[in-house]
């Protein structure tokens, strides 16, 4: 069975930073293409940053330059670093493979950009 648990969310103004961690269990995430996907209020989730299983990484037109995603194969855990923070990225942020069919969600966690 597959778990993602998603933490490191919080409250920070604008032009902040914060590094959000995705701890799996039941998957890989070395082996896998893995992404990290946002949903705001009242909008439909979006996927914002990818890496396959490569390497190679793929990023939302909104977020690039300033996210950063990376994983530890050793910890089983992605990483989502988030540099130079709008409040137009205040959503909850949830780790998952990109696809149609992806695995249960987690609970997400919340970031929340004050002007």
């Known amino acids: 069975q597959v778990q993602l648990v998603e933490s490191g969310g919080g409250l920070v103004q604008a032009g902040g930073s914060l590094t959000l961690s995705c701890i799996a269990s039941?998957?890989?995430?070395?082996?896998?293409?893995m992404g990290w996907y946002r949903q705001a209020p009242g909008n439909q989730r979006e996927l914002v940053a990818s890496?396959?299983?490569?390497?190679?990484?793929n990023y939302a037109g909104s977020v690039q330059g300033r996210f950063t995603i990376s994983r530890d194969n050793g910890k089983n855990t992605l990483y989502l670093q988030m540099n130079s923070l709008k409040p137009e990225d205040t959503a909850v942020y949830y780790c998952?493979?990109?696809?149609?069919?992806?695995?249960?969600w987690g609970r997400g966690t919340q970031v929340t950009v004050s002007s």
């Open positions: 998952n493979i990109p696809g149609p069919v992806p695995f249960s």
């Open positions: 039941g998957i890989s995430v070395g082996t896998n293409t």
């Open positions: 890496i396959i299983r490569g390497g190679n990484t």
